[in-house]
């Protein structure tokens, strides 16, 4: 579909680059020539990935190891990237979830996924967004047809529809969607354009066992979507490519949804869980409690 030059020269940060969604990109981006810089809080899970993306051309992924919720951390990674070639686009991509009976949920609990994905998403992109305004002025201000920068965020189709079960994340989601439409229209006289992706399910390990432990990944979908399936990473890969790229400037501010049409047909998000029992839910705990505390242990 790309050419394969098509981000030769491109410069991106992924935040939660090192699994998932954002190493699927991120590999992606490195076919068609570009350079990455990823963050997370492992700093060896992302050194692994580096080495595994890059193969036989080191030096093509920079890592940070860091915690996004941290704001000063975040000032302190963007700026040695400024300082060490700068950026030409921003995926936000960090994020955390988990689902609850939201009568169920501690304060603690619910800044666990609203400090990562609300406070942290904001941080990195006040971070880069404030320097590119900065570089903008310096050189006497962007002019059209000169290159802009992207920012693509990743979401939910919940923004559209409410999240029952997993609020937390709804409402931080929310607040992406917001900032993504906001900032596209505050912004755009600096060269700088956003947009957003809200996926329907693309079975990752983290996702499968946090928001549908103890089922087999993308069978939900697979009962529910309207094509029968669930979503594919390369699918992801090549819309998120596009809106990476140079090749539809004019596109700002806006939030596609990529999951089959599943949200318009059946809502897309946990409105089955209502006829869960108790020992479901408490099943459902016990296996992201254990889940926790293994990835608790590769931390340390």
Known sequence: MFQSDLLAGKRFLITGGGTGLGRAMGEHFLSLGAE??????????????????????????????????????????VEDLFATGGLDGLVNNAAGNFISPTEALSPRGFDAIANIVFHGTFYVTHAVGRRWIEQARAAGGW??????????????????????????????????????????????????????????EIPTEGMSKRLNPGEEPGARSARRNPQGRAGQMSELQNLATFLMSDGCDWLSGQLIHMDGAGYLANGGNFFELREWSDDQWREARERIEAQNAKDRAQRT
């Open 36 to 77: 990455l810089a990823i963050c997370g809080r492992r700093k060896g899970v992302l050194d692994e990935a580096a080495a595994q993306m890059c193969g036989d051309r080191p030096g093509r992924v920079k890592t940070y190891g860091l915690d996004i919720r941290d704001a000063q951390a975040v000032d302190a990674m």
């Open 143 to 200: 002019q059209p047809g000169q290159p802009m920068k992207h920012v693509m965020s990743i979401i939910v189709t919940w923004v559209e529809n409410g999240g029952p079960y997993v609020v937390p994340s709804a409402m931080s989601k929310a607040g992406i969607a917001t900032m993504t439409r906001s900032l596209a229209t505050e912004w755009g006289r600096h060269g700088i354009r956003l947009n957003a992706i809200g996926p329907g």
